[in-house]
């Protein structure tokens, strides 16, 4: 008795809903139809999003009359809601919110879905019905009185976003706490809901998502699939307009081809630089990079192998369970993308900021993105610096420890030059500014070049041997090693330490040679005394043996007898007992001279510094003895 009760109480309402002055509404196909929807509507979920507080909801239903200049309404309504609000006992109203949410969705759906009159008008009846504590006798009851009859003429257009509880118990169980149960009938009524979706799915959508899954996949290798082609003329993909999609799957698809253009971007950048002639274009520090970014790409290809085997399974609809969890959907790409778009942008700028660099120049470009503060960019970039940066440390490593500068293609900051031995440390090598990396400061640079030179010095000019265990021991030192790989980028503290003790013991080292195997000190000293005329008595004794012959006219003076007058000066005087190295370094200088020219005007003493004295006693210093 009770079930007929329920349905009979539904029918009541659809027919005071729809059958406004028809003369047979129960039989009318309008009829029919809004009683589908009816229980079609009360087998969903759906809910509204707001709070349920009774007192806002009129506050809001009041505020909305009264900025649309309907002041009077607003003041009527107010009224009804002071009486509706202080109705109680047997009988009223028990969840008066739902009421007031009803009417105002009513409002706002009379205005944006007029196509839709009849079936708004069940949906938001169902949901007043089913919110009400009191259930469906209690919305009748309610209108028997003046606040339940303004309601329902306000009833006539209502909202689908209403809350009506479901349940799997036949619909016979009745009602159940003033809630309507409804399940699964004969006729299978959400079978049948789940149906029409998949067929408005398929009139809304031209093209199926599992197709426009494996499109965007090919863009994201560079290859055209078959909605979606790469444009050279709109330089990216493209998603035909003329094909039916909604408009948020053609912007997802648009956004996630957005990776294809950055992977040809990249790829394109690594295949121009392999097959770039001739190769110091590149460089090996631009070839460490291109070797970087493939290694990035294997790992992109590794991705993409797995999300094509997940596409081969089929995407499952709402009212099926998915017999595998890996399928492949467009928003489920957008995850599984998310990394990747972000390292493959990052690959993608860093090509147009390297493309007409080279060498230091490049890296330090390279370094300047990778001061972030985003953890998986820094990790990224940094493992990518340390392919980037091997050669450059390398160069470093080689010319800190051996003084070797093997630069085959110009990108070391430091750059040398052939010069004669005498000017090999002032003129053959220096610091080349614009491939100094932004990691490694000035004074470091500075540090860098001179031991370098020291090293080049000790074996070109001294011929020494002992520089090679100054650098084993610099390296022990600094708690590195002399081998290759022993240094890479993000150890500029190493590589500072490095350097420091190399400079310490290779000068060190240089210091010792030139003081004891060259006798620096003996040399300025025999400087002093002969060329400065410290030595008394050899001065005045080659004065007078050399005085009549520089009286004479300067081109009648011979130089090899001016040779034998100072070897006479030096064998009478206690110059004698010099070592005769320095001795055999003293000699007579004729200079150019004129017409009018005496001996004295051209005659001056020379001493030989020769390598590697030379270095610093240079033709400039001894002009101006």
């Known amino acids: 008795m009770e079930d007929h009760k329920v349905t009979d109480l539904v029918k009541e309402l659809v027919q005071r809903l729809v059958a406004q002055g028809a003369s047979n509404p129960t039989s009318s196909l309008d009829f029919d139809r809004s009683l589908r929807y009816a229980v079609r509507m009360l087998s969903s979920c759906m809910t509204p999003t707001i709070a349920a507080d009774s007192a ?20 009527t309504f107010a009224d009804l809601y002071t009486k509706f609000d202080a109705k109680s006992g047997p009988g009223s109203v028990k969840n008066k919110w739902a009421v007031l949410y009803l009417l105002k969705v009513i409002s706002e759906d009379r205005r944006n879905s007029k196509n839709r009159l009849s079936d708004s008008r069940i949906s938001s009846g169902l949901f007043a019905s089913s919110a009400l504590s009191g259930g469906l006798p209690a919305l009748f009851d309610a209108e028997s009185n003046g606040s339940s009859r303004a309601m329902n003429d306000n009833s006539r257009v209502l909202n689908d976003n209403s809350r009506v ?18 399940s699964k009938d004969p006729e299978n009524l959400r079978d049948i809901a789940f149906r029409e979706f998949a067929s408005l799915l398929k009139e809304e959508n031209e093209v199926s998502e599992e197709v426009l899954v494996r499109d965007v996949l090919y863009a994201c290798q560079g290859i055209d699939g078959k909605y979606v082609k790469f444009e050279k003329n709109a330089d990216g993909y493209v998603f035909s307009d003329l094909i039916k999609v909604p408009r948020a799957t053609r912007t997802m698809v648009r956004k996630l081809c957005e990776l294809g253009w950055l992977f ?57 369970t998915a017999s ?19 390292k493959m942008r990052l690959m993608a700028v860093l090509v147009d900021k390297c493309r007409v660099l080279r060498g230091g120049a490049m ?29 450059l440390f390398e160069m470093v490593r080689s010319w800190v420890l051996e003084g070797e500068l093997e630069d085959l293609f110009a990108e070391f900051f430091v750059l040398g030059q052939p010069v004669k031995a005498e000017s090999l440390w002032r003129e053959g090598y220096r610091l080349h500014a614009a491939m100094l990396p932004s990691f490694i400061s000035q004074s470091l640079a500075q540090r860098i070049l001179r031991t370098g030179k020291s090293i080049n010095f000790l074996r070109v000019c001294c011929e ?51 003081h004891k195997q060259y006798k620096f000190k003996e040399h300025c000293l025999a400087i002093k005394r002969y060329l400065l005329l410290g030595q008394g008595d050899f001065v005045q004794y080659l004065m007078d043996i050399v005085g009549p012959e520089l009286s004479e006219p300067a081109n009648t003076i011979s130089s090899f007898k001016l040779a034998g007058l100072l070897e006479s000066a030096i064998r009478s005087s206690n110059a004698q007992y010099d070592d005769p190295d320095i001795l055999d370094r003293l000699r007579v200088k004729m200079m150019p001279h004129g017409t009018g020219d005496r001996g004295w005007d051209i005659f001056s003493l020379e001493y030989d510094a020769r390598v590697p004295l030379n270095t610093v006693f240079t033709e400039t210093v001894m002009a101006s003895t």
């Open 56 to 75: 806002a909801m009129a506050e809001s239903i009041k505020r909305r009359l009264a900025t649309q200049g309907k002041s009077s309404e607003a003041l």
């Open 165 to 182: 509880l479901r349940s799997r118990e036949a619909v016979e169980k009745g009602w159940s706490g003033g809630v309507l149960l409804v």
């Open 264 to 320: 040809r971007k990249v790829k394109g950048y690594i295949s121009e630089s392999m097959d770039r002639f001739p190769a110091e274009d590149v460089g090996t520090v631009g070839q460490a990079f291109c070797a970087a970014l493939q290694d990035e790409l294997s790992d992109y290809y590794k991705l993409l192998a797995v999300l094509e085997a997940q596409a081969m399974n089929p995407i499952p609809l709402v009212s099926e």
């Open 324 to 342: 595998s969890r890996d399928y492949l959907s467009l928003r489920r790409l957008s995850v599984w993308l998310a990394e990747p778009m972000v």
């Open 363 to 391: 890296a330090g470009a390279i370094h300047m993105h990778a001061q972030h503060g985003d953890p998986l960019v820094h990790e990224f970039m940094r493992r990518l610096l340390r392919r980037v940066c091997s050669p």
């Open 464 to 514: 020494d041997r002992g520089w090679a265990d100054a650098a084993t021991e610099a390296a022990a030192a600094a708690g590195t090693t002399t081998r290759r790989g022993g240094l890479g980028y993000g150890e500029t503290d190493a590589l500072e330490s490095l350097v420091i003790e190399a400079a310490k013991i290779i000068d060190k080292h240089l210091m010792d040679v030139m």
